[in-house]
């Protein structure tokens, strides 16, 4: 686990309280909702899925289910088997093993990677380990602690409907603090609690609650953990409280979103040194409105509070307020076309970033072309505009201060070649030396006064990003093409270019293509493997950095009987990037073993190998983890 930097419990408790006053709770996607259109996409695209969900039920045909592994056009996922009790409908996620995006094996939230997909670094409720986009609905999370809950619920108290599961875990680490030398150990333990649960309020009304949260503790080195002390609160992305209403023929969902998690000034950060924790809230309105059988209106507004838990990151605090629309048009109960467009509003509190308007607008089309095959695909035109950062002039350089040290030192000289015992005119040696002394002594104050200056002007440069970039008028494609072979093998395709708010400059612009492949190897046995490829570039200011990496991921999971699961991962990166010393690349292996006690209760034993080999061979390192994990269904 990456250590992050000190987090303020307080601040965390106090944004907890603020939350639960709210009574909400928040979910995830890759980069920014309303900013980046890729995800503002997917966003419409679920919330079009939980209204129709909503109208089947109000419909009363809650009996009708899906076969397993078919896949639903209308809905854009695969769908399973399910009984009224188990159906999940307004927090709807497939848990089906063979879902591809689903089985990458590389998008865990703990999974200590160094390096992520540069889209995401500004979206702090997105996950960091890993380049591939998340697949789950917005409105459920990325992230369970029990794989058997799968979102069912297990609990049914009157017409409150619950799933409850429970996790604890004890790690051994060999390097907590990722360190080419002097790598501490530590053990730690960790209690987390998923809760997936629904109140049927009215058929017209819903509350939904999807939540995982928890607590870690460092026993030997707590100064390493993501808060720097005991213990660590983590609220996992995709921590979600929504209420459904429908009014005539338009579903209204109010919706509240937190995560508490490490996040990262730049996710290629080879150090620690950058990595913080943060709280996000996402509170919002969405409106889906079924004009007619064929023509659907969808509208979101999003207000989000992103808050450092640590006072020396606070300045990436930010406030970003999105309006986002997306009107679609089925013709033929079929394939989907229509038009989107989001504004946005970014307003950073002590302005690292400079304050600014984002904007898109474009169209898209989804495009069922087989039975087995789905495309999506969006294109259009981004424009943002930010302010012009704040004039900045150093007042004393390096070299001002080398001069005057060098002054002193030849005063210095002077001073010490001067004998005034055996000088042949002492007086005027005296007089010599009391003139050098002075001279020393308005150098030496002439020094501090340039130290105080260029460490104020340190603390002014490094509290501003200075970004000059403040305009960018660009095209943006997101293209996605699934396809399942057989009911042996799927794969999906997705590539596109875009931009999105970043946290080290004002935006960030990525061409991107990932894909993966997943198949039933064996009888028992799955196999993914993956591939992706990103050019990242910031828009520039002193922390710009031009990144171009790529990588592979293979996992295989073989149930050698009804109770035992074993699994092996791979992992390979490698990271170029602009700047001298910042290239690196990365190995690591994954064996996992799950043993199933009961249909409540399963155990399991894992180990992980990181490697990482850097230009800057001071920022090597390796690290071995022992992990012993326990769910539990109530």
């Known amino acids: 686990m990456t250590p992050c930097a000190k987090i303020h419990l307080p601040r965390i408790v106090a944004a907890c309280l603020s939350l639960l006053a709210a009574h909400q709770f928040t979910t995830t996607a890759s980069a920014q909702t309303g900013v980046a259109p890729s995800q503002t996409g997917l966003f419409f ?14 419909a009363a045909d809650e009996s009708a289910t899906s076969s397993a592994g078919t896949y639903d056009f209308n809905r854009g996922e695969y769908t399973g088997e399910s009984t009224p009790d188990e159906e999940r409908p307004l927090g709807e996620r497939t848990q089906l093993e063979e879902s591809v995006g689903r089985s990458l094996g590389a998008d865990d939230f703990r999974g200590g990677y160094v390096g992520g997909s540069r889209r995401r ?5 997105g996950s960091s380990s890993s380049p591939y986009p998340a697949t789950t609905t917005f409105f459920a999370p990325t992230y369970i602690t029990d ?12 017409p409150v409907n619950i799933g409850l599961g429970l996790n604890g875990n004890l790690e051994y680490n060999d390097n907590v603090n990722q360190a080419h030398s002097d790598a501490q150990d530590d053990l730690i333990a960790g209690l987390y609690m998923n809760v997936d649960a629904n109140y049927q309020i009215t058929e017209q009304q819903r509350f939904s609650l999807s939540v995982t949260m928890g607590v870690d503790h460092y026993f030997n080195h707590p100064e390493l953990s993501p808060n720097g002390k005991d213990f660590n609160l983590n609220v996992f992305p995709g921590s979600t409280l929504a209420f459904d209403v429908m009014v005539g023929d338009i579903l209204f969902v109010i919706y509240d979103r937190v995560s508490v ?29 079924a004009i ?45 076309i229509g038009i989107e467009g989001s504004v946005s509003w970014v307003n950073y509190d002590e302005e690292f ?24 695909a969006s294109g259009g035109y981004q424009h943002f505009e930010f302010d012009t950062p704040p004039a900045f002039t150093r007042s004393v350089s ?52 340039q130290q105080i200056q260029k460490q104020q002007d340190d603390v002014t440069e490094s509290s501003r990003s200075f970004d000059s970039n403040s305009e960018l008028d660009d095209y943006y494609y997101n293209v996605t093409l699934f396809n399942q072979l057989n009911a042996r093998i799927s794969h999906q395709l997705s590539f596109g270019h875009e931009s999105s708010l970043n946290t080290s400059s004002n935006f960030l612009t990525a061409d991107y293509v990932t894909y993966a492949v997943g198949m039933i190897a064996w009888r028992g046995a799955r196999f993914t493997l993956s591939t992706y490829y990103e050019d990242a570039e910031d828009s520039g200011g002193r922390l710009a950095e031009d990144v171009e990496q790529w990588g592979i991921d293979a996992l295989l999971t073989h149930r050698l009987n009804s109770r035992l699961v074993l699994g092996l991962g791979y992992h390979y ?62």
């Open 353 to 376: 970033n400079n304050d600014g308007v984002t904007s898109s607008a474009g169209v898209f089309l989804i495009l069922p072309i087989t039975r087995s095959t789905i495309l999506k």
């Open 147 to 158: 794989p058997f809950l799968a979102g069912k619920r297990n609990i049914k108290l009157g």
């Open 573 to 634: 990166g490698n990271t170029d990037s602009n700047i001298e010393l910042r290239d690196y690349n990365q190995h690591a292996f994954s064996l996992d073993v799950s043993w199933a006690f009961n249909r409540k209760m399963n155990v399991g034993v894992g180990y992980r190998y990181l490697t990482t080999d850097a230009e800057d061979e001071r920022q090597s390192f390796d690290q071995n983890r022992f992990v012993m994990s326990m769910n539990y269904n109530f």
């Open 45 to 58: 695209d679920d919330l079009r899925n939980r209204a129709a969900l909503f109208r089947q039920q109000e």
């Open 398 to 449: 390096d070299q001002d201060i080398a001069s005057t040290q060098a002054q002193i030192d030849t005063l210095n000289a002077q001073a010490a070649s001067i004998n005034v015992a055996t000088s042949p005119n002492p007086v005027q040696a005296q007089e010599q030396l009391a003139a050098i002394q002075e001279q020393q002594l308005a150098l030496q104050d002439q020094l501090a006064a």
């Open 261 to 289: 998690r490490p996040a990262s000034q730049t996710e290629f950060a080879l150090d620690d040194l950058d990595v913080f924790g943060v709280f996000q809230n996402d509170i919002g309105l969405a409106m889906s409105w």
């Open 121 to 125: 670094p500004g979206d702090y409720t």
């Open 292 to 336: 007619n059988s064929k023509t659907s209106l969808s509208v979101n507004y999003n207000h989000s509070d992103s808050l450092a838990l640590e006072d020396n990151f606070s300045e990436t605090d930010r406030t970003v307020d999105s309006v986002s629309g997306s009107l679609a048009f089925t013709p033929t109960g079929t394939y989907t």
